[in-house]
């Protein structure tokens, strides 16, 4: 949390009085934001040295009681902080630390090797703490050269600054030759940057390849064999003719294929169910707890907390409706006094009733659906492409084509292809013949594609509409006529229209589905092998881990999750550029005339004025990510996890970087979008003369950072305001034990708000790392604590509930590219207003190099990393797959809502005699 309101410290107002206040002194959240104009030097307030030597002193004082009380809370709320291995097998669990000694988590984490975190946290957190040390190795490695080379350069410097700017390029004159040790302290920095990163891509793709061959932890194996198959056509979507589809592609290659169902009444049933599961838990662990049946007036409304309802039970009143009088038939008015345990089971038995009917019907649509139209139809259209090229061939008379063409009949014998020369009533037989297909019987589409038989002119006319190009030849005069005035686009629109509702509404299917197959290599080839000639179909995939899937999301249609997420865009960049206006909003209100209170008291006026602005924008700030959060799950409807949470890593770091580059550095950022528009050829010197102004600032920035925010995040004060909270409100001897696994649950670390963070800090090393270098040794401290930090947290404290493989790697590194070009355009702007052409105009290339790596890593290591290599693939397929395919089930990739089975409470306590205690100990399961 702490961390949140270090990045607000990192706004300002630009209204208040040009003197620091002694609150500003002493918390480092000035109430004034150093600002520039692009065209004179800026009178902005710097931080002093002796007022960061002050927040030193009192963030030192801070950290110091925050540790102890972490001390504390760790000996006596273990299940908080060290519940780790409460929620997971015993291989993957690691001891805690030792409780009795303050700081002790700092030797045990120190003593865990790099593998051994590897295997104990999963790729996800590993690449994590990765990157943590990869800024930590840059922020390092350009403190000690900044020592030996720009410290000297700078500290004897003509211009006679003081403060900070003592060792800093300020210090020297305009057009200095010393300016070059700037400028080649740029290329040497880049350079190391890349060649830092290009070592981690390397050791990232090794890991990354083995985490698609195998399967860590408590992962499913079969996710690596799994494809996931987007815009499906209609004629596919069902079980049978998607694996019919693909078998045909892939022969005995295919273990079982799922469509995904659109299916809203069954969900609502079973969110219901649910509801009623919890509530009847609730009632028996009222009567074990009390020794007395409760009641509850029938329809009444149950309020609840953190997914805990409150109890609305009273055992005093005697009612007619007890168990012994238990009648199934009889449904109470709402208002009737009952018997809740009782008056719940009635209504579970009857909702596992209709659950069980709903999931009988869909299981029915999904296996076959329209399977006799979907595979020979789409047959077919292949099939007719194909005859299309034979045709052509046979007519010729060429040797070179009849060689061809013998190719071509070989090929079709091995995948036998329908023969579209066999008219309607032989090929409906053909359909209705059995094949075995992995122990089940399936109908087959059909015989051998080729014969020795030339096409007929009828066979012909079946077939055109697979001929490439057949659309725009032969049309008469009346279809050319209305198509020249948009009625093709009409009839086409209406032709769209149709088979959308026809997918969503009527079919009952989405356009989604999955395909388990039995080897890697076959997975290989489908995902890097186009599968039709139209792009915009049979999109396919690795599917993720399906704990990694957003079920509820999973149904919805590619297209429409794009023409969102284009949307969305849009909106968050629109934010991003007037990030100003909410800022101006909450200075305005705390300069107010209501909130003045300097007539009543002169220093609870200024402790309001000073403070009130920046305790609004952290809690803006921290509401960045959720807002994000919600735009990917609810509005996007993106379809996985880890594609939520690194959608959030990309806006939150858009919306931080806004906070430096735009909103401290400029008095609005409409104001900095007008300075550009008049002098376009001045955007980097707008950059140079603002930015360099408060290397202060963003010490004492990272200094709060380090010795208040790491700290804060060990104690994690959301999660124990929760818990207080829970523990203050609910009777843990009235909870079921399902509501004491939700109060003891998993804490699962999200990456898309943790990234971000770091990368604002190396976006400031980058920025000054050549301006005013005393920056650097500042965040390398901090980068070596928080690898200290998040290491313990993550073997201690965070379990996560599925695993992406590492796949937010490659996006935090991009995003760290772009802070390293913001820096190098920074130092053109700063090098310009000091004359210093030359050493300016050599940075450019610089620029141009790091835009180029961006798309080295994307092509080389990111595309690479999306699939198995085939080499990789082929050497698990002939040592380890039969084994793995042994552990395969037709249902891990169906809808977790079609494989419920029909509810039933659980215990009071999972083992008879189980205390509080244990039942704590045992709270494992995710609700």
């Known amino acids: 949390m702490v961390m949140s309101v270090a990045a607000a410290a990192a706004v300002g107002d630009n209204t208040t009085s040009a003197v620091p206040t002694t609150v500003e002194r002493l918390t480092n959240w000035p109430t004034t934001a150093p600002t520039a104009s692009p065209t004179e030097e800026s009178d902005a307030v710097e931080v002093s040295v002796g007022d960061v030597t002050i927040v030193l002193a009192f963030d030192s004082l801070f950290c110091i009681m925050l540790l102890l009380f972490h001390w504390f809370l760790a000996k006596n709320l273990r299940a908080i902080y060290c519940g780790r291995n409460n929620h997971i097998s015993r291989n993957r669990q690691h001891p805690n630390f030792n409780r009795d000694r303050f700081l002790g988590w700092l030797s045990d984490v120190n003593q865990v090797s790099w593998h051994k975190v590897r295997e104990l946290v999963g790729l996800d957190a590993y690449m994590f703490l990765r990157f943590i040390r990869m800024c930590g190795v840059i922020a390092g490695v350009s403190s000690f050269w900044s020592l030996l ?148 007036k029938a329809g009444s409304w149950a309020p609840s907390c953190l997914g805990i309802e409150f109890a609305r039970f009273n055992s005093n009143e005697r009612n007619p409706y007890l168990e012994d009088d238990f009648d199934e038939s009889r449904i109470p008015v709402n208002g009737e006094r009952v018997d809740s345990i009782s008056y719940y089971r009635q209504k579970l038995v009857r909702i596992n009733r209709e659950v069980i009917e709903l999931q009988q019907q869909k299981a029915s649509l999904a296996e076959s659906g329209n399977y006799l139209l979907s595979a020979s139809n789409w047959i077919s259209n292949m099939r007719g492409a194909v005859y299309s090229g034979v045709s052509t061939l046979g007519l010729t008379g060429d040797r070179n084509n009849n060689d061809e063409l013998a190719n071509l009949r070989e090929y079709s014998d091995e995948f036998e292809f329908d023969d579209p020369r066999k008219d309607t009533s032989e090929e409906a037989s053909s359909i209705g013949s059995i094949t075995q297909y992995n122990g089940e019987e399936f109908e087959s589409l059909g015989e051998p594609l080729v014969e020795n038989v030339q096409p007929d002119a009828r066979t012909y006319k079946a077939v055109d509409n697979a001929r490439p190009g057949k659309d725009f030849e032969e049309k008469n005069f009346f279809q050319a006529f209305f198509g020249c005035l948009g009625f093709d686009f009409l009839i086409a629109s209406c032709s769209f229209f149709s088979r959308t509702v026809e997918t969503a509404l009527v079919t009952g299917r989405s356009s989604t589905g999955f395909v388990t197959f039995t080897e890697l290599g076959v997975v290989t080839s489908a995902v890097n092998s186009p599968l039709n000639h139209n792009p915009e179909i049979l999109i396919v995939d690795v599917a993720p881990e399906p704990l990694d899937i957003v079920w509820k999301n999973v149904e919805v249609d590619l297209k429409q999750i794009e023409a969102k997420e284009n949307s969305a865009r849009i909106l968050v960049a629109i934010g991003a550029l007037f990030w100003s206006l909410p800022v101006a909003g909450i200075q305005y209100l705390a300069n107010s005339k209501a909130l003045d209170l300097s007539d009543f008291n002169e220093t609870l006026g200024n402790f309001v004025n000073g403070y009130l602005p920046v305790v609004l924008l952290m809690i803006l700030i921290m509401l960045l990510p959720i807002i994000f959060e919600w735009i990917a799950m609810a509005y996007e409807t993106r379809k996985t996890f880890s594609g939520v949470q690194e959608s959030v890593l990309k806006r939150y770091f858009i919306y931080l970087l806004a906070n430096i580059y735009i909103t401290v550095t400029s008095a609005s950022v409409w104001d900095s979008l007008q300075d550009i528009i008049d002098n376009p050829s001045e955007t980097t010197d707008l950059l140079g003369r603002s930015l360099p102004q408060v290397v202060g600032y963003f010490m004492s920035f990272i200094l709060t950072k380090t010795l208040v925010g790491l700290p804060s995040t060990l104690i994690r004060w959301g999660d124990l305001s929760r818990y207080i909270f829970l523990y203050l409100s609910f009777s843990k001897d009235k909870m079921s034990q399902r509501e004491l696994d939700i109060v003891y649950r998993k804490q699962v670390i999200k990456y898309g708000r943790e990234y971000p963070n770091f990368l604002l800090v190396i976006s400031i090393c980058f920025t000054y790392a050549c301006i005013a270098p005393v920056i650097l040794p500042v965040a390398a401290i901090y980068f070596f604590f928080a690898s200290y930090v998040y290491k313990t947290q993550l073997l201690h404290v965070f379990f996560p509930n599925y695993e992406g493989g590492g796949i937010m790697f490659p996006t935090a590194c991009h995003r760290l590219l772009v802070g390293l070009i913001c820096g190098q355009l920074t130092l053109i702007g700063y090098l310009t207003i000091k004359d210093a052409y030359s050493q300016a105009t050599i940075l450019f290339p610089a620029v141009l190099t790091t835009a180029y790596f961006m798309g080295y890593c994307q092509r080389t290591y990111v595309s690479t990393c999306a699939s198995l290599t085939m080499e990789r693939a082929r050497l698990i397929d002939e040592t380890l797959s039969p084994a793995v395919v042994r552990t395969f089930s037709a249902n891990t990739y169906r809808q977790p809502v079609l494989n419920e089975i029909a509810a039933e409470p659980l215990p009071y306590r999972r083992l008879r005699g189980m205390d509080i205690s244990e039942a704590i100990m045992t709270a494992n399961e995710a609700i």
Not at 214 to 231: D, F, K, R, S, V
């Open 149 to 296: 080379v720009l410290w000297p350069v700078y500290g004897t410097g003509s211009e006679d600054t003081n403060g900070w700017y003592t060792l800093s390029m300020a210090n020297l004159a305009n057009n200095d030759s010393r300016l070059w040790a700037g400028s080649l302290f740029m290329w040497a920095l880049t350079g190391f940057v890349i060649w830092t990163m290009n070592n981690e891509y390397m050791h990232y793709i090794d890991l990354r390849l083995e985490f698609l061959g195998h399967a860590e932890g408590n992962m499913n194996p079969q996710c690596n064999y799994t494809l996931i198959i987007e815009q499906i056509p209609v004629d596919l979507q069902s079980d049978n003719a998607l694996r019919e589809y693909f078998d045909r592609l892939f022969p005995g290659k295919v273990y079982c294929a799922s469509i995904v169902m659109n299916v809203p009444d069954l969900q609502k049933a079973s969110s219901e169910r649910r509801k009623i599961l919890y509530r009847l838990e609730k009632a028996l662990a009222y009567k074990e707890a009390t020794g007395e049946r409760p009641t509850h």
